[in-house]
């Protein structure tokens, strides 16, 4: 039985980020309470928010504001995890981590700068495709 996307990605982030698993589990009770009453099933938490508060807010965020380098192991297990997302052939995970990811770091230049050192090759493509939409200067 193939996974969710949002599984998938939930997956990932535990396996990655072991120090985010309360941010996972916190965010699951919060669906599980915010659940229709007639509601069956599990409840899962929607992969943009997985990302956006557990990996952005709560990983790269803090990564890349630290001073005066990047913490380098937090750096490639972050690396690691952009290289599952961008290859996992889901287009719907692609593009997810294209919006949430990929323009948080392009969005800010000074944070490509600080994490291109780390990026895999599925991330420095997805970087060349998108940056022509954001104003830079990007080292290549």
Not at 28 to 47: N, T
Not at 54 to 61: N, Y
Request: hydrophobic share 40%.
């Amino acid at each position: 039985m193939e996974v969710s996307d949002s599984a998938l990605v939930r997956k990932l982030l535990w396996d990655c980020f072991p120090e985010q698993r309360e941010a996972i589990l916190a965010l699951e009770e919060e669906e599980r309470e915010d659940a229709l009453p007639d509601h069956c099933g599990p409840v899962e938490v929607e992969q943009y928010e997985l990302t956006s508060v557990v990996f952005v807010e709560g990983v790269l965020t803090p990564l890349l504001a630290a001073e005066p380098s990047l913490n380098e192991e937090l750096a490639k297990r972050c690396a690691y995890f952009l290289e599952r997302l961008l290859g996992s052939e889901r287009p719907s995970i692609h593009q997810m981590a294209s919006i949430r990811i990929t323009d948080h770091l392009l969005g800010y230049p000074e944070n490509w700068v600080k994490f291109r050192k780390y990026a895999g090759d599925l991330l420095l493509r997805e970087v060349g495709e998108r940056k022509r939409y954001y104003k830079g200067p990007f080292p290549d």
